[in-house]
Every structure is written in structure tokens, then in C-alpha cells.
């Protein structure tokens, strides 16, 4: 069964940066697509940040040369570093797995329980 754990979320002035990690069990990590999404209070959850397990990546405009993901497959971790945080980036951050690319990114399936992060002064 996968499980999936967030962690390094917490309160950061604007402009200011975090580290996400999403720690994962109970498969094959190597062979899986992982993805970031987030979703603000009222707001639908949304794509932030893909790779793939040949280590490409997608960006969400709204992040693009801020957010930085990544992944250590020996760890079996995946990270997003966020960069030049801006209020509208408040939200809970949650990680998901997949190992089919497209189904991650149109209907993701498994979730962590997400990380809040608030950017405010």
C-alpha cells in the first residue's frame, strides 16, 4: 500500500523560501511519476510541479522559475523548493504518485495528508 508523508511546510515572510518533502513507502519509487499540487482555502486543488521517473519536469506558470522539484530515488523522497515566496502561494501542499504520467497529471489518485504553507508578514 502506498503512503506518502509531507513534511516542511510552515509560515514564511514574502519573499522568503521552504523546502517540501514527500517521503514514500510501499513501492517501486524509481518507476513513479510524483507530483506537487496545492490548494488554497475556496479554491480547487491544482497541479504545481511534475516529474517524471526519467526526470523530467513541468511547471505551473504561476511557479515558473521559482519552485524547483526534484527527487531522490535512492531516499525514496521528492521535494519542491519554493523560492521567492508570494502570499498567493498559501495553501496546503500535497504530494501524489503515479506510475502512468498522464494519469497523474489529469487525475491523480493517491494523496498524502498535505502541508500547510502561508506566506505572510
Known amino acids: 500500500q502506498v503512503q506518502l508523508v509531507e513534511s516542511g511546510g510552515g509560515l514564511v515572510q514574502p519573499g522568503g523560501s521552504l523546502r517540501l518533502s514527500c517521503a514514500a513507502s510501499g513501492i517501486i519509487f524509481n518507476v513513479y511519476a510524483m507530483a506537487w499540487y496545492r490548494q488554497a482555502p475556496g479554491k480547487q486543488r491544482e497541479l504545481v510541479a511534475v516529474i517524471s521517473s526519467t526526470l523530467s519536469t513541468n511547471y505551473a506558470d504561476s511557479v515558473k522559475g521559482r519552485f524547483t522539484i526534484s527527487r531522490d530515488n535512492a531516499k525514496k523522497t521528492m521535494y519542491l523548493q519554493m523560492n521567492s515566496l508570494k502570499p498567493e502561494d498559501t495553501a496546503v501542499y500535497y504530494c501524489?504518485?503515479?506510475?502512468?504520467?498522464?494519469?497523474?497529471?489529469?487525475?491523480?489518485?493517491?494523496w498524502g495528508q498535505g502541508t500547510q504553507v502561508t506566506v505572510s508578514s
Open positions: 501524489s504518485v503515479d506510475r502512468d504520467f498522464a494519469r497523474l497529471v489529469t487525475d491523480a489518485r493517491t
